[in-house]
């Protein structure tokens, strides 16, 4: 890309010694300071009022009833996975372009992963999941990948025409559904939009990341929700509440009650809870959450301008007439690149004090998936994506003077 002029180069050199641009900082304000101090001081800070506050308001943000605050996405995904009694002999599909959280939970269970190749979005390839689909299949995992939708109402329709080969098992959750189960992990897509409607109504189960290095944090957490399209989500968020927490009969708050100390444990559950500390800081988050999008979303599109003209370079897809990103990630891939070529690019612009990043390295190539048979040559489409993506610095928090920075020096390269 070079298409600076003479003035900007002259200002770039200027500003190489003094700007630092991270990747991913935290945006944290004042007030999220203020609600997070508030909890150390009100006397309860592991699940209580703010967990039901924080979790009340991602269930309206999101235009869904019945949600659940965790300590992760991960724990929400598995937690999914358990609840719908997946295990040994079952098949679960995913995309091999992911964090290994997705897959990882699926091992968890003792099901094994299969893995649908993506397409030029980075998003699952949903005539893929229609081959890949047998008797085994109980589940499919798909991810909205740096925050753009996946094709919701293909993979609803594949599910709707393979019902019949839908074999239950003991399970009730499994039996009362009736078919293979959806679930997402938006990890990266909270505020995201698919045909008009936030992201959380599309799959069955959506499961979102506070991560810190997500647009909206709470250090560690995630959320879980759980759709109409489910018989009776209710059910299963009591299920849930169960699983999640030892399968206790009573909370920490209910216990806690004088005299009220009585309680059963109805199964082996896990803990997975949310604190209050966290959900007051992901409540403060989401009052400002589409202004925090907003920026995102600026960078995005003067990111976009500069690669425009550039037949080497695909732009990540953000925005089309039925879907807008969440602007998680900006991911443009290289066409040009090989692997070293990609790295020396992540190395110049560390030299530039610039933070660069790959999202992700396909799970076929990660030695525990290597292990157990699984090759990226099965995977073309990921190969080709890996090859030449490199994640740039997208956060709230960026100043204008950053901004201008990256322009520059983008045009520069
Ligand atoms: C971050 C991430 C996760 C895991 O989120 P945690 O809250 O850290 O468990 C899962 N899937 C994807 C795609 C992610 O990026």
């Known amino acids: 890309v070079r298409s600076a002029n003479r003035g900007e180069l002259i200002k770039l050199d200027k500003k190489i010694q003094t700007i630092k641009v991270p990747f991913s900082p935290p945006d944290i304000s004042e007030e999220d300071i203020e609600a997070v101090t508030s909890v150390l001081r009100s006397g309860w800070i592991t699940t209580g009022p703010k967990n039901m506050e924080f979790a009340k308001a991602l269930g309206d943000y999101c235009g869904v009833e019945d949600t659940m605050l965790l300590s992760s996405a991960t724990a929400g995904l598995e937690l999914a996975l358990r609840l719908f009694g997946i295990g040994k002999d079952d098949e679960v599909i ?77 399970n009730s959750l499994q039996q009362s559904h009736g078919k293979i189960l959806h679930i997402s992990d938006a990890a990266h897509s909270l505020g995201a939009i698919y045909r008009g409607k936030k992201i959380g109504s599309q799959a069955d189960i959506t499961v979102f990341s ?107 897809q953000t925005k089309n007439s039925e879907k807008e990103s969440s602007y998680h990630l900006y991911t443009p891939v290289f ?29 076929p190539l990660l030695s525990v998936y290597k292990k157990l048979g699984y090759k990226i040559t099965d995977y073309p489409n990921a190969l080709k994506l890996y090859t030449g993506e490199v994640s740039l610095p997208v956060f709230s928090k960026m100043s204008d003077e950053q901004l201008d920075y990256m322009l520059i020096t983008l045009r520069h390269l």
């Open 335 to 363: 066409l040009d690149f090989t692997l070293d070529k990609r790295d020396q690019f992540i190395k110049k612009l560390a030299s530039f004090g610039i933070s660069a990043n790959v999202h992700f390295i396909p799970l």
């Open 94 to 170: 995913t995309t091999p372009y992911t964090f290994a959280a997705t897959a990882n939970v699926i091992l968890h269970t003792g099901a094994k992963p299969v893995f649908a190749d993506v397409n030029d979005d980075f998003n699952i390839n949903t005539s893929i999941i229609e081959r890949l689909i047998t008797k085994k299949t109980k589940c499919i995992i798909s991810v909205d990948f740096g925050g753009f939708p996946c094709d919701y109402s293909q993979i609803s329709s594949i599910i709707q025409n393979k019902i019949k080969l839908f074999k239950p098992s003991k």
């Open 210 to 316: 506070f991560h810190a290095v997500k647009n909206l944090t709470t250090a560690e957490g995630g959320g879980i929700l759980f759709n109409k399209t489910l018989n009776d989500p209710k059910l299963w968020r009591k299920e849930a509440g169960l699983l999640s927490l030892h399968g206790q009969t009573k909370d920490a708050m209910a216990k806690f009650t004088s005299g009220n100390w009585q309680y059963d444990i109805v199964t082996a559950g896990y803990k997975y809870n949310m604190t209050d500390m966290q959900a007051a800081l992901g409540l403060s988050q989401l009052k400002r959450y589409e202004t925090m999008i907003a920026r995102r979303r600026e960078i995005t599109e003067k990111y976009s301008a500069v690669f425009e003209k550039n037949d080497n370079v695909l732009s990540p």
